[in-house]
């Protein structure tokens, strides 16, 4: 059930581009993508419920291919503050209430 | 409060002896979640709650481990007779609502558990 991430890490030059991938196994309702910092709490970035679906939040956004069960989070002209340690988070579409998280991809900016 | 809160922070305990930690979840939100890190790991989930209720139980690692939840508060997780693989951080996170809906989940900084 637990989603699987790919990379497991980067590192990337401020400026620079990436993509994180999120698959799973299983059918899904949604697909959240967090952040994480050395010692801190995840923090929510956003949430894609419907197959097909894109946001945008700031220079990150994500999209959500439902039949693949498949999402992407792209970060582009990445910032120092983007380091961290990138999840995905899945809820699936029938069964579990909670969320499945995959086991992270770590992303470094240097400067 | 404003956010997700957890106690202790850090526990160091020994091996053998109970431990309580326990999450104050934000305000209004219904759903209740935790989850263990262990170092340099994902999050694996543990339990989670719909109000008072706890549907699934089904990712406690073992008997040791339980989780009530009261008032539609707050939440403590007991583990019974640490044992060293119990060491972890350990986090609690709320939402408005199951399935999280358009704002996720809300976690918090977490308890450090070690078992020497």
């Known amino acids: 059930q637990q989603p699987v991430q790919s990379p497991q890490a980067v590192i990337l030059r401020e400026g620079e581009d990436a993509v994180i991938n999120c698959s799973s196994s299983k059918a899904l309702y949604s697909v959240h993508w967090y952040r994480q910092k050395h010692g801190e709490a995840p923090i929510f970035l956003m949430i894609?419920?419907?197959?097909?679906e894109q946001k945008g939040h700031d220079k990150i956004s994500a999209s959500f291919n439902e039949k693949k069960q498949q999402s992407s989070l792209y970060l582009t002209a990445s910032q120092l503050s983007y380091s961290g340690t990138y999840f995905c988070g899945t809820e699936l579409r029938t069964g579990a209430n909670n969320l499945f998280f995959g086991t992270g991809t770590r992303l470094t900016v240097i400067p | 409060g404003a956010g997700v809160s957890q106690s202790p922070s850090n526990k160091v305990t020994e091996k053998g002896k109970d431990v309580e930690l326990r999450c104050d979840p934000i305000?209004?939100?219904?759903?209740l979640y935790w989850y263990r890190q262990s170092l340099g790991q994902g999050l694996e989930f543990l339990i989670y709650?719909?109000?008072?209720?706890?549907?699934?139980k089904s990712g406690l690692p073992s008997d040791r481990f339980s989780a009530e939840r009261t008032g539609g508060s707050v939440s403590t997780l007991t583990i019974q007779r640490t044992q060293q693989e119990d060491s972890a951080v350990y986090l609690c996170?709320?939402?408005?609502?199951?399935?999280?809906?358009?704002?996720?989940?809300?976690f918090g900084s977490g308890t450090r558990l070690t078992v020497v």
């Open positions: 709650f719909q109000g008072n209720s706890a549907p699934d």
């Open positions: 996170a709320s939402s408005l609502s199951i399935r999280g809906g358009n704002y996720g989940y809300t």
């Open positions: 894609l419920l419907k197959g097909g």
């Open positions: 305000s209004g939100h219904t759903a």
